[in-house]
């Protein structure tokens, strides 16, 4: 009973050692939900990551009920919305999903300007895509694609669709029809997953049931897209200082609305106004923004427009810069399935505007942002008949210039109130769409989908069993 303990009340080192004891408890019960073996870089499902750095989080797969095998068929090739969607639905699933495996388009150099942990996930879901097998009989196997139904039969033997237990097709459109091609192959899936609830509407009118159709939301990185990370270049958007900034991304197609972007912009403000528009477009072979431009000047006759600048290609660290720079971003869509820019300018804490109807309106609100009123219906795809050869009756929103010019110098004349707006919209998106938001609903719901796969099992299993006693 010697040394410095012998003082010491043996009810303090009883309560001590009873602590000791719950703090191991603790940490082991933390431990043992995850199945993360630091000192290993093979997974326990038998995928092999990195060692290093941050990787060890990604093997780290928590615990749950989601005991399937997904095959996810996706398109990572560029920076279109398709991908980015893809990448921001597969990055937090990989942790959520422990046998969830990638194939499909796979363009290195897309791949390469991701985030570091993002290349690596995506790197060993496509490996498990690599040496997928449907083999394990007590295992469910679900299929998703997000390529569009078009594609389903080509899948169907080339995936072997009839050996999964359930098959999911990714979808969405734009106009008040789905294509008729599409009608027929969507049936051959058990699920078909929309953005919104406005595009949910729209199948269900082309024939798929209610309960076959399930809204899952898009998301984005709403860490990527932070307002407090970017830092705020002005001389990305030349000529912008002392400018109030709008900004705009899109496709340079009649879809977009440009025309009635540009004649909203150059019918409110004159070049005496401090305000510029940067457009940043994308197109097809054979458009030409500038020149499209220069048209509709002449067609206005406007001798002296405000400031209009055309962007050229950026980086991805440069695209994010384009939203941190700005003041406001304006997109006169006609119509979206989902919307992307959009989410991705009121993620930015931008004041957003655009029109309220197609998948924007199911992030987009009064609230949030600036909703421009339509003028009701018009035929789509009127400029495009060589290319799309969709049937007769699709319609999207009918816009009115007059309409946009006056929601854009509200803005441009209330820019505290537009600020809060922009606020507001960056607490909307993190809260609701945010990549693990989003993964939640996904996980959840495949959860339901698996109990009933296994519900369905367990009567043969059953039955087999009393026939082989």
């Known amino acids: ?12 080192m009883l309560r001590a050692v009873l602590l000791l004891a719950v703090v191991c408890l603790i940490l082991y ?9 630091a000192e290993s870089n093979v997974c326990p499902d038998g ?15 928590a615990d749950n009920t989601i005991r399937a095998a997904v095959l996810w068929n996706a398109p990572l090739h560029s920076w279109t919305g398709i991908a980015s969607e893809a990448v921001d639905f597969l990055v937090p699933l990989a942790r959520r999903l422990p046998h969830l495996a ?37 295992m469910v196997h679900i299929y998703l694609t997000q390529y569009d139904p078009g594609s389903y039969a080509g899948d169907a033997t080339r995936h072997g669709l009839q050996d999964f237990d359930y098959r999911i097709g990714r979808a969405m459109f734009e106009t008040t029809l789905v294509p008729a091609a599409w009608k027929g192959p969507m049936k051959t899936m058990d699920e078909i997953w929309v953005p919104s609830t406005w595009g949910a509407d729209r199948f269900v009118a082309a024939g798929l049931s209610r309960e076959n159709v399930f ?13 407090d990370l970017v830092p705020r270049n002005r001389s990305i958007l030349p000529g912008s200082e002392g400018r109030f900034a709008f900004l705009s991304v899109f496709k ?21 106004d401090n305000v510029a528009l940067y457009i940043r477009a994308s197109g097809h072979a054979g458009s030409d923004p500038k020149y499209d431009y220069d048209m509709l000047l002449l067609r206005l006759k406007i001798a002296h427009p405000p400031k209009v600048v055309f962007l050229p290609k950026v980086s991805m660290r440069e695209y994010l810069q384009l939203y941190r720079a700005a003041d406001a971003f304006v997109l006169a869509t006609h119509a979206e399935g989902w919307g992307r820019p ?33 003028t009701g219906l018009e035929p789509a795809f009127s400029d495009l008949p060589q290319i799309i050869n969709y049937e007769k009756g699709h319609e999207w929103a009918a816009l009115s210039p007059a309409s946009f010019a006056k929601v854009m110098r509200y803005v441009y004349e ?44 367990q009567p043969r299993r059953v039955q087999n069993m009393r026939h082989e006693g």
């Open 414 to 457: 209330h820019r505290s109130m537009a600020v809060s707006t922009g606020r507001r919209a960056r607490e909307h998106i993190t809260t609701k769409y945010s990549r693990e938001a989003v993964a939640k609903i996904v996980e959840d719901h495949l959860a339901r989908v698996i109990s009933r796969i296994r519900a369905r099992r």
């Open 102 to 138: 990638l194939v499909g388009g796979y363009v290195d150099a897309y791949i390469a300007e991701l985030p570091v942990l993002d290349q690596t996930r995506l790197a060993t879901l496509r490996e498990r895509g690599e040496k997928f097998s449907k083999q394990n009989a007590d």
């Open 342 to 374: 959009l989410m991705e300018a009121m993620a930015m804490g931008l004041p957003t505007i655009a029109p309220s109807w197609s998948g924007q309106t199911e992030f987009m609100t009064d609230r949030t942002s600036f909703l421009v009123p339509t």
């Open 29 to 37: 019960a933390a431990a043992s939900s995850y199945t993360c073996v």
């Open 1 to 12: 009973r010697c040394g410095p303990m012998a003082s010491v009340p043996a009810q303090y």
């Open 252 to 272: 340079w197609e009649e879809r977009k609305g440009w025309d009635v972007l540009l004649t909203a912009y150059l019918t409110t403000f004159t070049a005496s």
């Open 215 to 227: 809204v899952v939301p898009e998301a984005i990185d709403t860490a990527q897209f932070d307002p």
């Open 47 to 61: 995928s092999i990551v990195p060692r290093s750095g941050p990787h060890c989080e990604f093997i780290c797969a």
